[in-house]
């Protein structure tokens, strides 16, 4: 059970859009050169290639609560609002969320905070206990002493 604000799940869901872009992207194996790099002189090589900052990996803490914040977009009943969310938490503009969405600015903000307010309200609840279901009885065993129908 944890009680989070609605400031602080919107941050946890920001930290988890910033996580999934640090992950590795996939590439495929089995595609390799057999050829040398090729050796540039500095007059070459400058400005060839855009310059790429690596990438960070991420912890695996971050990527756990990564995992929990998706575990939190499918309480959500409309998958429309867990969109919205989740674009909101890749800073994307309202302007854009609208567009996407199809709906006016402030019907797509009181979206956002009510899909927050359900994700706040889920945390808080104590868990359920777990279903006990009663132990299956044995299939009574025949003594051998009835009529037997059907046989013969």
Known sequence: MLKLTTTQIEDRFEEAALTLR???GECVRGYASSWPPIVRDAREAYGYHPQQMPRIAPSPQAISRM???FEWLSWLKDPEDARIVWLRAERVRWKQICIRAGCARST?????AAALLVIQRRLAMPPKPAKK????KPPAATT???PREGLI
């Open 22 to 24: 640090r992950l590795p």
């Open 67 to 69: 995992e929990q914040c």
């Open 108 to 112: 797509a903000w009181r979206r956002w």
């Open 144 to 146: 051998g002493t009835g």
């Open 133 to 136: 279901t009663p132990p299956r």
